[in-house]
């Protein structure tokens, strides 16, 4: 074993922690109360009366044995 063994042991153990200390530069900016993900397609759907219908029909039935 040659003397810079151990100071390229060293070395390259550092190099391993800092690699774990990497954060990526990527930044999310969120403004409360602003959604700006994908569109929802079941959103549509809950849109309509006759979903909100069901949806009232549904609740009125469990809450009713109450």
Same mark, same amino acid.
């Given at each position: 074993?040659?003397?810079?063994?151990?100071?390229?042991?060293?070395?390259?153990?550092? =190099?391993?922690?800092?690699?774990?200390?990497?954060?990526?530069?990527?930044? =999310?900016?969120?403004?409360?109360?602003?959604?700006?993900?994908?569109?929802?397609?079941?959103?549509?759907? =809950?849109?309509?009366?006759?979903?909100?219908?069901?949806?009232?029909?549904?609740?009125? =039935?469990?809450?009713?044995?109450?």
């Amino acid at each position: 074993m040659s003397r810079s063994a151990p100071v390229l042991f060293a070395l390259a153990a550092a =190099t391993a922690a800092l690699g774990g200390c990497y954060e990526s530069p990527d930044v =999310t900016n969120f403004d409360p109360g602003v959604y700006k993900g994908k569109e929802d397609p079941l959103m549509e759907t =809950t849109r309509s009366a006759e979903f909100q219908e069901q949806l009232r029909e549904r609740f009125a =039935t469990v809450q009713t044995d109450r």
